[in-house]
């Protein structure tokens, strides 16, 4: 039998399709209602975009995010499975068997951080209005685009300096353990008096710095605090040309610590269905 999942995100509504034997068809479209006739049409263009026809084959509907608790428990011949978008991140965080307990961030629209410990259920331990509503939000008001393709090639030819402040601009050295060159106030530069006008370029790069750090930062905090072992992160802002090289630029990070997943966007998804499949057999 085949399975689906749909993702209800603020920004992006993402699709997955399993088949036996075939690789995953993956599907991200903008912000729809978790309605049924809705819902509907999302699998009608899932099967679409995998070349097949929607048949009776479709046994199970894996659900998430949004108010999907909302929609019905079928829909058509198919089950409908409702996945709390916490139990969806951690397992989708979890899907590459980064070392637990680990921390999830779901860089979405907002930021949400997700401690996922199994066989513990996952806690929900904090979440940020920062995220990537945020950055295609400020580039449209500073840059006058919300393509993500143009905001990721002027982010990689900016520098940020030349918007933020690093701790040594204000101590004149590191501090403790945190180095000189750690950013120490997003976009601060651009305030002191006589400071030259930053380029796109520029504002680019400080945007996608003020929402990788500022993700980043909660989550070495919650690692800190619950002893993970892993950070793990996923979303689509993963996705934005040039924000990898963000996370790359923290100072002191452990690429070995901080894991970025296969395809990060449809992670969430991926977990939703995985949970939905693992509570039972998909109905014949």
Known sequence: ?????????????????RRPGQSDVLLALPTALPEPAVADQLIDRLFAVAGA??????GLIAVTGGRSWQLPDSLGAAR????????????GGLLEDAPIPAIVVSLGTGTGIVLADPPSAPQRLVG?????????GLAKLLLGTTDVARIGALARRGQVGHCDLTVGDILGGGIGP?????????????ARPGAAAPSPEDIAAALTNLVGQSALRLAFEAARVHQARSIVLLGHVLDVPGFR??????????????????????????????TALRSGPVAA
Do not use: Q
């Open 1 to 17: 039998m085949h399975s689906a999942a749909i993702d209800f995100g603020g920004t992006v509504t993402d699709l997955v399709l």
């Open 53 to 58: 026809v929607r048949s009776a084959e479709l």
């Open 80 to 91: 409908l499975v409702k996945v709390d978008e916490p139990m969806a991140t951690a397992v």
């Open 128 to 136: 940020s209005g920062i995220g990537g509503g945020t950055l295609l």
């Open 178 to 190: 945190v180095p000189a060159d750690a950013t120490a106030a997003h976009f601060a530069r651009v």
């Open 245 to 274: 090289d963000v996370i790359e630029r923290i100072p002191l990070l452990d690429r070995s610590y901080v894991r970025i997943v296969s395809e990060p966007g449809f992670a969430v998804a991926r977990g939703a269905l995985e």
